[in-house]
Structures are given as structure tokens and as C-alpha cells.
């Protein structure tokens, strides 16, 4: 089983949310309840979902995501959980159906009274166009990339599935993720308690590295590509 988070991207130019230079320092996060509830609020979420979604559009997997990649052609992959939404996995090529997205996907865009689903690349063209808070052409309801927001439940079945895996899976391997953000950190303990090894490989330190059978605080693509076989990987 792998596990990954923000840092397994961030080589392929997409800022995580913790570190020094991570989103969280230029942008502010925006709650579901924020995002329901005030215009400004909406106004703001689009302005910081507008200005990350070309880095998301144009990012392309690096070694890392191609050596988990790998991991599955030989057999040797159960599930993939990530907690990432710029679905660098799948166009690394991975299967869909081994994926658990637990925080969705910025690849398309949800009606939030209706459910009408629409490519994101769509509301990206109404938002270049002037539109600061798009609505449903459908029903008129606010639109939201289909992505967990602060204060917004994390999908039941996906992360139900995702702690049953964890039951079953002999190891489990965590990638580039701060470990700090629940219930998906919880993930890592309970494949500890139910027997598998653990292996955390993040740059920073972790929670969890105390618990760590093995723990790596270096780059994830340099790693995880000379873990699989190395340069072949490479682009
Ligand atoms: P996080 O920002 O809390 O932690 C990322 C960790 O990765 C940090 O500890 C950092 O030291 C480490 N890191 C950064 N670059 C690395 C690299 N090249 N190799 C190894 N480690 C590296 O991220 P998280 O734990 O995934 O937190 C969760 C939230 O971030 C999620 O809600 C997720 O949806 C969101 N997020 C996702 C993306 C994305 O989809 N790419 C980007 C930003 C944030």
C-alpha cells in the first residue's frame, strides 16, 4: 500500500500547503461554511482556485509518481491512497480503480444543489473571462471543484474503504505527507496495529516517524525511482 500527500508533487512544480514556501503561506483557506454562507468568502476561494489550477493543469508526474507507477505493473501495489486532488497518479498510469482520492479531485467542478458535474477547464475560461463567482447554468446553485474543503466531511465510502485496506495490506508506504492532517494520518496507525511494516519517506520529520519501521527524510523522486530500478524512470 502506498500513501501519499502534497510533498510527492511538489516535484512536479505543485506547492504543498505546510511547508515554508507551501500555498498556506500566499493564501488563506476558505471553510465549507465560509464558502455556503458569504459572497467575499466565494470570491476569495475562485481567486485562490484560479491562480493554482494552471500550475495543476500543466503539472506533469515526476519519478515519484512513475515508480509507484512501476510498483503496480509488477504486481506489487494493493491500493493507492492519496490524499492529493491533481490527479497525478492516474496520468502517471496507474488504475483508476486502484486510487483512493480521499480529498477528490480539482479535475472537474460540482454543482452544489443540482450535482451537475463540469470540466474544470471550462469554469477556468468563465473565470479568466471576468466571472468572480460561478453559478449552475443549469439551476443557478454555486459551483465548487469537486475537492474536500476545511470543515467538509471527507467522502464516507472512499475512506471507509481506504481504513479496510489498511487492515489487510502488509505494508504500507507513506509519501511526501506532514502526517498531520486527520483522520487520513490515522491511516499509517492502524496498518501499524494490524501487523504491517511501515515506511514513512517525507522531508521533514513526521508525528509518526517514532512508530516507523523504516523512515527516509530525503526528495521522494530520487528515492522512490532508485527504489524501483532507477534511471529508466527518468524523463
Ligand atoms: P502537507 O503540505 O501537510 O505536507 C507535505 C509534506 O511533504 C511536508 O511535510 C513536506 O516536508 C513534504 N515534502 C515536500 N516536498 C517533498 C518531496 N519532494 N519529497 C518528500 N517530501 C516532501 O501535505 P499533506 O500531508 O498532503 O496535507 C494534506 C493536504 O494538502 C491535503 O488536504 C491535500 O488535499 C492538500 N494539497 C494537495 C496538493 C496536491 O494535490 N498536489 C497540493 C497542496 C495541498
Known sequence: MVFTGAGISTESGIPDFRSADGLWSRFQPV???????????????WQYKRATWPLIAAAQPNPGHRAICELERRGQLQTLITQNIDGLHERAGNTPQLILELHGSEHFVLCLSCGLRIDRTSVQQRLDAGEEIPSCASCGGWLKPATVSFGQSLPAEVLERAFHECTSCEALLAVGSSLSVMPAAQLPVVAKRHGAWLGILNREPTPLDDLADWVCHESAGAVLAEAVGGSELEE
Open 31 to 45: 471553510t465549507i461554511q465560509e464558502f455556503l454562507y458569504s459572497d467575499d468568502a466565494r470570491r476569495r476561494y
